[in-house]
């Protein structure tokens, strides 16, 4: 079983609509969780941090379920400019990546 | 900040050919980290360093790669010899050490390695 799991998608999500997706992990000693953005052949970006309680960053909201180790990303009113790759991370001292979840926002 | 810099940014060389990989963290962090990204496998973390030493190569392929961080401001990913399934862009983050390691790391541009 991976470390960091993520469904590749893609979701394909019209402009305006609302799209949620999950990560599950499998270290309970996983102390530190967080949602990068990577556009095509660039670098990851961070895009939030995930806190216990929950955050939210804009359109963006994060949440983190350690019963059920799963952390999830929200995005709202969705813009063409959030097509991308959302990795999800997971950190105990090493930073282990999801392989990514594809969205596309069409017109 | 220059952030973290990676060269060189394109490499293609010759299968047998020895590649080595270059990175600069950010001036004041004290982890870096070296990742694969691939279509198939996704972005795989190789090794990380603490305060210039390694702390987990578990994820270095096999015997061909070696990495180095000689001191706080530089790391090498060296494949000798190199093959055509190395083929792959090759990011180094860094983080600086927070509470709880709560930080973020921050990636380097990366090197677009075409072994032919």
């Known amino acids: 079983r991976k470390e960091v799991e993520q469904d590749p998608g893609p979701f394909n999500v019209p402009e305006g609509a609302t799209v949620a997706f999950n990560c599950t992990y499998s270290?309970?000693?996983?102390?530190?969780f967080f949602w990068y953005r990577q556009d095509c052949r660039k670098e990851p970006k961070l895009l939030m941090s995930v806190y216990s309680s929950g955050n939210e960053d804009g359109r963006f909201t994060a949440q983190l379920n350690r019963a059920s180790q799963y952390i999830s990303l929200l995005i709202r009113d969705s813009k063409l400019s959030d097509s991308a790759t959302y990795l999800c991370?997971?950190?105990?001292?090493?930073?282990?990546f999801g392989a990514g979840t594809q969205v596309v926002v069409t017109p | 900040d220059a952030g973290v810099i990676q060269s060189p940014r394109h490499e293609v060389t010759e299968m047998g050919q020895e590649v080595t990989l270059r990175c600069k963290p950010i001036?004041?962090?004290?982890?870096l980290f070296w990742y694969r990204q691939t279509m198939m496998r996704g972005l795989e973390l190789l090794i990380y360093f603490n305060n210039n030493v390694p702390i987990d190569d578990s994820g270095m392929p096999e015997d061909r790669f070696s990495a180095k961080m000689p001191n706080a401001s530089f790391s090498t990913l060296k494949i000798q010899p190199s093959e055509p399934r190395d083929s792959a862009v090759y990011f180094c983050?860094?983080?600086?050490?927070?509470?709880?390691?709560?930080?973020?790391?921050?990636f380097g541009q990366g090197t677009r390695l075409t072994v032919v």
């Open positions: 991370v997971v950190s105990w001292g090493k930073l282990q």
């Open positions: 270290n309970s000693a996983s102390q530190s």
């Open positions: 001036s004041g962090h004290d982890y």
């Open positions: 983050a860094s983080r600086r050490r927070g509470p709880r390691q709560n930080t973020e790391a921050f």
